[in-house]
């Protein structure tokens, strides 16, 4: 399917399907890899959601860009489901890789209220939140910046760490970085793609740069797909870097493959998430807790 | 009368799930192979069957014949797919096999409670 299709708008019947699929669970994460572009050493995977092929789920940008047509639990749960897959199927990586998760600014309010369940996931994965990168994509209303920020600043006390999605002058949290220090600014395909021919583009890359600096921030170039993107962009010592020129996004079981990775030295995890609880009296809370 | 749950898992979970079922009011049966399935298909009528694809290979050959099997014999009983670790390849093949519900363990109670209905 060729992009302009994948970006036609939903239609209602679409939306009832996404709906019903993930309600029923069908979807999971496919990994991009992102390496440091000066070393050639892989540092991390990008979570991607997947659904199924042929259904409006295996296209989550169609969703992403209609959100108005899903409620906000929805989207939030969306949110939540998403970081939990790829939380529960990450921890098949070794623990030196980073995992970056997308999320919306607003969801990262719900994130604090559940904010036990999610340690309580990450300690049943092993998984350091030191090695999960939340991905900040910017769609939160303007009065609700503020909120969102000191939102962030509390999941950054958690141990995890802040990526901002789509970095540019135009971004709205952009003059606010300096108080939310992240730790990553990702800049999306449209300023790379080119980038060699661009004076333009080199101008604002070059900018960010600066930028990046001030904020003690480190750049990563999204959709890198030529040899000549990756030539200028390591002419201008951006250190990492993901696209389809460096690993186009697969299931973590191809990678660890690839990766010579040995599959049974992976730790087993329980069946059944709060065991202590279930194990002692279910207790109300739990019945209703998060499908993280 | 409580949901029959049957639990087709591996013998280090198997626990788990009955406990939690049986804490949600059910009756949950287990099975770890396909012997054990064929012997609780024949003398149960189980209103969920959840199966562990991580059972078996890679992307769960086995797991998806038991599918197969309980949606042959109770076209009616809703079939849960469980995994390990999620794979999009299996995502697709659980969705094309006619399963009701995919989901990575582990799983939480809530999840438990939307397969029970």
Known sequence: MNASVQMLPLNPQEIKQVNDLFYRGFYSMAFQPIYNLNTKELVGFEALLRGPQGTPLNSPGRIFNQQNSFTDLFLHQLDLSCLGSAIRTGRLFPDRYLLFVNIHGVTIKVLLEKIKYLRLLLKEMQISPRRVVLEVSETTPQELIIEALENIQSIKEEGLSIAIDDISQDHPWFAMSQTLRPTFLKVDRAIIHGLQESARNQKILSDLIIFAEQVSAQIIAEGIETVEEMTALQNMAIPFGQGFLLGHP???????????????????????????????????QNRRSPTF | MGRRILIINDDRNVHHFQVLFSKLGCEAMAASSSEGLGHALATSQPDVVMVDVSLSDIIGDRGFEIVRTVKQAHSNTTVVLMTDHGNPVLVDRAYASGVDYYAEKPITAELALRYIG
């Open chain 1, 250 to 284: 697969k299931s973590a079981e191809v990678w660890l493959t690839e990766l010579n990775h040995d599959m049974t030295a992976i730790k087993a995890i329980p069946g059944v998430s709060g065991w202590d609880d279930v194990h002692q009296s279910l207790s109300e």
